[in-house]
T-cell receptor, first 116, second 112 residues
Framework: NAGVTQTPKFQVLKTGQSMTLQCAQD?????MYWYRQDPGMGLRLIYYSASEGTTDKGEVPNGYNVSRLNKREFSLRLESAAPSQTSVYFC???????????????FGPGTRLLVL | EDKVVQSPLSLVVHEGDTVTLNCSYE??????LLWYKQEKKAPTFLFML????IEKKSGRLSSILDKKELFSILNITATQTGDSAIYLC????????????FGRGTSLIVHP
């Protein structure tokens, strides 16, 4: 099992460019999440998908969109990148769907994004 | 709004010292509290705590939850350089969903 995988590992964008961060999990988990981590800020939730076919906003959704392509894959899109989106992005998954008892999240290795 | 506060924000110790990391929280309908260790990359799970007063232990690491006073502590005894990491606390509540809210983390540096 690869667990949670993310691509790319590192990306440099110019302001206004767009890109999609890919995430996939092979644990048959229902729930998937996108976080960003900035120095001294912990993990902040951007969007999550409690189950296939559903997505919801988290704490900091502005400037992002997501797609739950299927049960395995959850992508994060930046339509027009801004320097404030320079961060490390983590994808995570967990077994349970919304409302059911939560279990621990499993995290991908992260994508380091620099927006110039 | 759910809130998780970790202290201290950073800590520098020498090998062999014992450290205590704190996590206090305010959350609607508490479900569980989780501790993660983050080295250079992704956070990895340490403990999940749901009941008050029951210590979870794994080697030199242990954690306990106080649901009355709304906090948890993570203890690391006989610290080693490999314990250097950011330790994240997250709390799951039912304020509309069970998505965990993370604290800002405690950065621990252990010097040889």
């Amino acid at each position: 099992n690869a667990g949670v995988t993310q691509t790319p590992k590192f990306q440099v964008l110019k302001t206004g460019q767009s890109m999609t961060l890919q995430c996939a999990q092979d644990m048959n988990h229902n729930s998937m999440y996108w976080y960003r981590q900035d120095p001294g800020m912990g993990l902040r939730l951007i969007y999550y998908s409690a189950s296939e076919g559903t997505t919801d906003k988290g704490e900091v959704p502005n400037g992002y969109n997501v797609s739950r392509l299927n049960k395995r894959e959850f992508s994060l899109r930046l339509e027009s990148a801004a320097p404030s989106q320079t961060s490390v992005y983590f994808c995570a998954s967990s077994a349970s769907a919304g409302g059911a008892p939560q279990e621990t999240q499993y995290f991908g290795p992260g994508t380091r994004l620099l927006v110039l | 709004e759910d809130k998780v506060v970790q202290s201290p924000l950073s800590l520098v110790v020498h090998e062999g010292d014992t450290v205590t990391l704190n996590c206090s929280y305010e959350v609607t309908n508490f479900r569980s509290l989780l501790w993660y260790k983050q080295e250079k990359k992704a956070p990895t799970f340490l403990f999940m705590l749901t009941s008050s007063g029951i210590e979870k232990k794994s080697g030199r690491l242990s954690s306990i939850l106080d649901k009355k006073e709304l906090f948890s502590i993570l203890n690391i005894t006989a610290t080693q350089t490999g314990d250097s990491a950011i330790y994240l606390c997250a709390v799951e509540g039912a304020g509309g969903s069970y998505i965990p809210t993370f604290g800002r983390g405690t950065s621990l540096i252990v010097h040889p």
